[in-house]
T-cell receptor, first 113, second 114 residues
Framework: GESVGLHLPTLSVQEGDNSIINCAYS??????FIWYKQESGKGPQFIID?????DKRQGQRVTVLLNKTVKHLSLQIAATQPGDSAVYFC????????????FGAGTQVVVTP | ETGVTQTPRHLVMGMTNKKSLKCEQH?????MYWYKQSAKKPLELMFV???????ENNSVPSRFSPECPNSSHLFLHLHTLQPEDSALYLC?????????????FGEGSRLTVL
């Protein structure tokens, strides 16, 4: 079966540094990838997505990198701020089953002053 | 304000009770979802409604009964639940099923089953 795993359950980052959150996946059929952020007491919030025909996409302070060869996805956050403290989910989708997004277990990012 | 409102935010119920969770979205979306979030487990999709029609039931036990009277409202009726059903139940909406992966989530209803 497919799986979505994260390399680290918790990532501690100093304010102002860059953060990198990694995600490994096993389903080769996945062609759509999304990162969500969940702050304490709130629902998940969409951050950025990328389709399999791309290997990099940039947003505001965030960059998603996709390496289909090794089935690896990463989220980079530039100049991490206290408001970036949250759980980050790597999410897999597919054009044939997009209604069934598969969420990973999440990485807790803690930003320290 | 996320545009998706869930009530109640917290609910404690016994195993013999009947209760309902409510979700309302003010975004003009046509697809609505119920997800279950348990401690130390990934989010689990429960149900999907697209244009008021149920399109996904992810093998959810019948003690959970969804209802979608219109594209703006979604309910989850609960009866004879088990303690392991205690979790955060998240409602989400999207423009329609089959679009982008951008779901808009509510803040969830924290359910405790005694």
């Amino acid at each position: 079966g497919e799986s979505v795993g994260l390399h680290l359950p918790t990532l501690s980052v100093q304010e102002g540094d860059n953060s990198i959150i990694n995600c490994a996946y096993s389903n080769s059929a996945s062609d759509y990838f999304i990162w969500y952020k969940q702050e304490s007491g709130k629902g998940p919030q969409f951050i950025i997505d990328i389709r399999s025909n791309m290997d990099k996409r940039q947003g505001q302070r965030v960059t998603v990198l996709l390496n289909k060869t090794v089935k690896h996805l990463s989220l980079q956050i530039a100049a991490t701020q206290p408001g970036d403290s949250a759980v980050y989910f790597c999410v897999l989708g597919g054009t044939d089953s997009w209604g069934k997004l598969q969420f990973g277990a999440g990485t807790q990012v803690v930003v320290t002053p | 304000e996320t545009g998706v409102t869930q009530t109640p935010r917290h609910l404690v119920m016994g195993m013999t009770n009947k209760k309902s969770l409510k979700c309302e979205q003010h975004l003009g979306h046509n697809a609505m979802y119920w997800y279950k979030q348990s401690a130390k487990k990934p989010l689990e999709l429960m149900f999907v409604y697209n244009f008021k029609e149920q399109t996904e039931n992810n093998s959810v036990p019948s003690r959970f009964s969804p209802e979608c009277p219109n594209s703006s409202h979604l309910f989850l009726h609960l009866h004879t639940l088990q303690p392991e059903d205690s979790a955060l139940y998240l409602c989400a909406s999207s423009q329609e099923q089959g679009g982008t992966g951008e779901l808009f989530f509510g803040e969830g209803s924290r359910l405790t089953v005694l």
